[in-house]
């Protein structure tokens, strides 16, 4: 397959993301209900008429930047950074500078279809709204009325996800929605957070960045999993002389800035961890008046870390143990001004729940909760939700999940009395849906048929792992809708696709963030919606009246939606947009601000160091080291991130964004690559363990990487052909992730389990 290496500057970027062109070489882009704008420096945009100024956050990846567009004659010209949102800063990431470019996407879905040919055949036919969207009502009601709505499934993803996966869910009354967010990223986190703290991390990875001394990463790649604020924070605290220590079996962006870097053996960072514990706990350098006062559980722990020892974890880890017990003492040296960033996509091998156990305890034993420089303590905004009759599904994600210790027929049930589908086995469950457990139902019909299925937003055949099982899953179902802004690879598979406007086409509902100063921002279109395309509040508004579910969608207007649940505190869009969209709130990020009270929800009101609630519920009250399975001869374990210019599989189509990287690359180590008699920038196919093939992806050789593994970037290698700018490019480590380990306290799937081989040829 020919490459073309694609050279493009700065001053190309911002004016390709300023402007929203195609490439690189067009002069001039016309679009629907548009003026044409010059892509050359002839005539300042600014000069081309009257700037039309906007509020809005960003949606090109799930971190929502507060931003400000300007538009002129009707077409959107810059995006920047709202200097009053406390995430963005008045700064904005390559993603965000490309907002523009993801608008004008030639590519983009512009009206309603319906499916002629064969399911995964890609034949539609062009539809009204009423056509497609009566039709997608009544396929939902007929499978509602003959199995019960939760036989109807829900995948969402994007910021305009909560109208379908949370608010439309519960109406409809289906406890089976889910989003990637949970059981493929964060579930072992979040339920780890709860075991000990009694609360969750949050959206916001609440370390104090201001006035932290020392900040360990474990396998968190910033600089790289482009997250606008913490590269702020991550850059002023490095700036500052602060102790950076890496764990990463790469040596990725952060760990070149690292003052210590510890290239793990992949699958082995419990055992790192409870020997850290053990210098701490047996050399006495945690914080001992705090673990008095705020937690419990320290007497079993010591007792426990014992045998875990720094030379314990060497012969594990592949780690010195003076490494391991050096960076434990630079820990504790800067306590409580010392943290392990919780970290975001936890969901490696199956064991996680207990892993980021550990890593809060650690946290606790440096007494950094609640502490200046510390972490602290997050706080949601207070504002009303929309008023609406009771839900028949309660839970922040369309779903409730079983009481610890339940057994398979105490399971929650759906409306109909059956139990949901991800519940069908034992498990601690408190976070969801699990978005990968419904693909089995939809087959089998185990423990009950899911016959329906809605995906908002999700890229779905890169997003789930062993996507041929998603396919099998696909073909069963009696209806599939689609609601999205590409022609994604999944989109074949549809029905009815419905073509949504893009998130600055629209109004959606008010972004209200937990944060150490918590904060409410809005997003209002700043131009006409392109094509025959509509907001997903109206497409979820019109599918729940057909639905006879009117009671929950009493508003006809996204501003009356808004200026209701404004009207709360006081505002409503008019005088918002006079605040440049943003209001902010007083947080309680510290101790000192509870007046002796404790802010940790858990039953004693202490961090639970030894978990009661584990141990009633059937597991292990503490962390243990769990071996994972060793690459088969001649494999590597298979390891995959972000890319700075990318979010997920979303943004490999964006012009501006293909024009920078176009392609994923193999982290291959060099020694192997001279082994396999393969150079930097040759391209190699990827087989796994279960014979299922990615690529041609370019190899980049280099001493940065174990010999053990290999790294690839994720959300590459996709086969829509209506992506003009992604498809066939690169490899898709989705297609490669063919097996999960289930963990059984969060559900979250873990999916370094599998192993690839280096094929020179096709």
Request: net charge negative.
């Amino acid at each position: 397959m020919a490459k073309t290496k694609l050279q493009i500057s700065r001053r190309q970027f911002l004016q390709l993301s300023a402007l929203g062109a195609g490439g690189v070489a067009a002069a001039v882009t016309t679009l629907p209900n548009t003026n044409p704008i010059h892509t050359h420096e002839l005539t300042p945009w600014y000069k081309l008429g009257k700037i039309h100024t906007t509020y809005n956050n960003c949606d090109m990846c799930p971190w929502r930047c507060g931003v400000i567009v300007h538009s002129v004659n009707g077409r959107v010209a810059k995006i920047e950074g709202n200097p009053d949102d406390p995430k963005s800063r008045g700064m904005l990431c390559a993603r965000g500078q490309a907002g523009v470019s993801f608008l004008y996407d030639p590519d983009r879905l512009q009206s309603p279809m319906v499916r002629t040919g064969e399911r995964g055949e890609g034949k539609f036919q062009e539809v009204t709204w009423n056509e497609a969207l009566d039709q997608s009502a009544a396929k939902l009601a007929a499978i509602r009325d003959e199995y019960g709505p939760e036989s109807v499934a829900i995948w969402g993803h994007t910021s305009g996800d909560s109208w379908f996966v949370e608010y439309f869910a519960q109406a409809f009354g289906t406890p089976n929605a889910a989003k990637p967010s949970a059981s493929l990223c964060t579930s072992p986190r979040e339920e780890a957070s709860k075991l000990t703290l009694g609360f969750p991390v949050g959206g916001h990875e609440p370390l104090d960045w201001e006035q932290i001394q020392c900040v360990t990463l474990i396998g968190s790649h910033i600089g790289e999993d482009s997250r606008n604020t913490i590269m702020q924070d991550f850059a002023q605290a490095w700036e500052r002389g602060a102790k950076i220590i890496v764990v990463d079996p790469r040596h990725s962006s952060a760990a070149a800035k690292a003052d210590y870097w510890l290239p793990i053996k992949p699958g082995t960072d419990t055992a790192l961890l409870l020997a850290w514990m053990n210098v701490l706990i047996t050399e006495r350098r945690y914080d001992e008046a705090y673990i008095a006062e705020w937690a419990e559980g320290l007497e079993e722990l010591s007792n426990y870390i014992v045998p875990f020892t720094p030379e314990w974890a060497a012969e594990i880890t592949d780690l010195p143990a003076e490494l391991i017990r050096e960076t434990a003492l630079v820990m504790s040296d800067r306590l409580p001004q010392s943290a392990i960033l919780p970290g975001r996509h936890v969901t490696w091998y199956g064991n996680d729940t207990q892993r980021m156990r550990a890593v809060l305890m650690i946290n606790a034993l440096l007494g950094a909760y609640g502490r200046p420089g510390g972490i602290y303590l997050n706080k949601s905004p207070y504002i009303e939700s929309y008023p609406h009759p009771p839900f028949t599904v309660s839970g922040s994600a369309g779903g409730c999940s079983a009481e610890p210790g339940a057994e398979a027929d105490e399971l929650p049930l759906g409306p109909s009395g059956k139990a949901r589908a991800d519940g069908a086995r034992d498990r601690f469950w408190r976070g969801g849906t699990a978005m990968q457990e419904l693909v089995e139902p939809m087959i089998s019909g185990d423990p009950y048929p899911v016959k329906g299925l809605i995906i908002f937003g999700v890229n779905a055949l890169h997003t789930i792992p062993n996507p041929e099982r998603t396919i099998e899953a696909l073909k069963k179902l009696d209806f599939v809708l689609v609601i999205d802004v590409l022609p994604m690879e999944h989109v074949a598979w549809a029905d009815v696709v419905l073509p949504e406007a893009t998130y600055l086409e629209r109004h959606d509902d008010l972004w209200a963030v937990a944060h150490k100063t918590p904060f409410i921002s809005m997003r209002e279109p700043a131009v006409e919606p392109l094509y025959d395309t509509k907001p997903g509040w109206w497409i979820a508004r019109e599918l729940g009246i057909r639905l006879d579910l009117e009671n929950y969608f009493k508003w006809e207007t996204a501003e009356e939606y808004l200026n209701t649940r404004l009207m709360s505190i006081g505002l409503n869009l008019e005088k918002l947009r006079e605040q440049k969209g943003i209001v902010v709130q007083n947080g309680k990020p510290y101790l000192t601000d509870y007046d002796g009270k404790s802010p940790f929800h858990t039953p004693s009101g202490k961090i639970q160091l030894y978990s009661h609630e584990l141990l009633e519920a059937g597991f292990d009250p503490l962390p243990h080291y769990e071996p994972v399975e060793e690459p088969p001869d001649g494999m590597f374990r298979l390891l995959y991130g972000r890319h700075p210019v990318h979010t997920f599989a979303k943004t490999q189509n964006t012009p501006a964004l293909s024009a920078i990287c176009p392609e994923n690359e193999l982290w291959l180590n060099d020694e192997r690559a001279a082994e396999l008699n393969v150079q930097d920038g040759d391209y190699v196919w990827l087989e796994n363990q279960d014979g299922s093939r990615s690529g041609p992806i370019k190899v980049k050789a280099t001493a940065r990487m174990r010999p053990d593994s290999v790294f690839m970037a994720h959300g590459f290698g996709q086969n829509a052909p209506g992506l003009s700018q992604a498809h066939g490019r690169g490899a898709s480590d989705a297609r490669l992730i063919t097996r999960y380990n289930i963990d059984p306290i969060s559900g979250g799937a873990g999916m370094r389990i599998n192993f690839v081989k280096v094929i020179r040829e096709a």
